[in-house]
């Protein structure tokens, strides 16, 4: 019902900045709720980055407060992560999640990553 697709991944060096996105598409796209980004290192358990609700409340992991942003156009139905200040322990998988509301099937969906490297 829902496809996510994650974008503006790539190499940088510490102290630069990237911008995420991730568009969503397919039937259930209206009925989007939170949309959040997570991220996996190697060898490392996936963790959840930010997180936006469809009414604009945001919540960040501590490793990321005052460097990354997160926001979200609903009338795209996009989501995005702007990174700043990257640091090489930023390097990851960065994956884009959804859910949809309870009322219409409360179901989540995963992007399939983009990847973000930050170099010393």
């Known amino acids: 019902q829902v496809q996510l697709v994650e974008s503006g991944g790539g190499l940088v060096q510490a102290g630069g900045s990237l911008r995420l996105s991730c568009a969503a598409s397919?039937?259930?796209?209206?009925?989007?709720?939170?949309m959040s980004w997570y991220r996996q290192a190697p060898g490392k358990q996936r963790e959840l980055v930010a997180l936006?609700?469809?009414?604009?409340?945001?919540n960040y992991a501590d490793s990321v407060k005052g460097r990354f942003t997160i926001s979200r156009d609903n009338a795209k139905n996009t989501v995005y992560l702007q990174m700043d200040s990257l640091k090489p322990e930023d390097t990851a998988v960065y994956y884009c999640?959804?859910?949809?509301?309870?009322?219409?099937?409360?179901?989540?969906?995963w992007g399939q990553g983009t990847q973000v490297t930050v170099s010393s």
């Open positions: 999640s959804t859910d949809l509301r309870p009322s219409y099937t409360g179901r989540v969906y």
């Open positions: 397919g039937g259930g796209i209206f009925s989007i709720n939170t």
């Open positions: 936006i609700t469809r009414g604009g409340n945001t």
